[in-house]
């Protein structure tokens, strides 16, 4: 299997008043990674935080998920790119076994299953709305996954080919949808998942889980995109 140091990474971290979380989760990116921390319009001095620890900081000013992860994947120069969020809600350094699968070409795609590590980690009105865009995705595309996590890694030419439009919460399941139309071979790997730092931005409520889901059930009903008809390479 390629090492993991053969090869450049960029890290895409979305970041909206992450301040207590960005020491953690910035200690956790592999040695010789590039982190990218994309400011979206935070008021708690979280980007003045992430340069002082290392980061590269890209704003984005343009509220959205969505808007924050393509910032950052526009900003990326290295052949394999990861996200994660930048809540210390999930750990950064298991993307080295992510990216380690991805250049033994053996996925194109791999995302991460949360495991709950404790009761409060993943509320239950977020589990439901996972639930059901994993089974919309299954009619979708035929791909069964069990969760649409933000821990990922791929190629970053491969995602630019992509093409992908979602600006809000549908950003990461457009990424799924397009790869599967694309014949990408998606894996997932079970990751823990621990309780966030600070609060959700979208999934914090039902009403917050449900206007998420609504951003999805769009992107389901797209038809399959032109470029992503030819294969991840």
């Not at 069964?144 to 190629?155: F, K, Q, S, T, Y």
Request: with cysteine; charged share 25%; net charge positive.
């Amino acid at each position: 299997m390629a090492a993991v140091s053969q090869h450049t990474v960029d890290v895409v971290l979305p970041c909206l008043n992450e301040a207590e979380a960005l020491p953690w989760v910035l200690s956790r990116i592999p040695a010789g990674w590039r982190a990218l921390v994309v400011d979206n319009g935070s008021t708690d001095g979280s980007a003045h935080i992430a340069r002082d620890l290392g980061a590269t900081v890209v704003p984005e000013p343009r509220r959205g998920f969505g808007a924050a992860c393509h910032a950052g994947l526009l900003a990326a120069e290295a052949e394999f790119v990861c996200f994660c969020d930048c809540d210390a809600s999930l750990d950064p350094a298991l993307l080295a076994g992510f990216v380690r699968t991805v250049a033994a070409d053996e996925a194109d795609l791999v995302l991460g299953r949360r495991r709950p590590q404790s009761r409060g980690a993943w509320p239950l009105h977020a589990r439901a709305g996972n639930l059901a865009l994993s089974r919309m995705l299954h009619r979708r595309t035929g791909l069964r996954l069990n969760d649409l996590g933000p821990l990922r890694a791929m190629r970053r030419a491969d995602l630019l080919r992509l093409d992908l439009t979602d600006r809000r919460s549908g950003y990461p399941l457009q990424m799924v949808v397009r790869a599967a139309d694309a014949g990408w071979r998606v894996r997932e790997e079970d990751v823990p998942y621990l309780p966030r730092t600070g609060k959700s931005k979208v999934t914090g409520t039902w009403r917050g889980t449900w206007q998420a889901v609504g951003d999805m059930r769009a992107v389901l009903a797209e038809p399959p995109h032109a470029t992503a008809l030819g294969g991840a390479r």
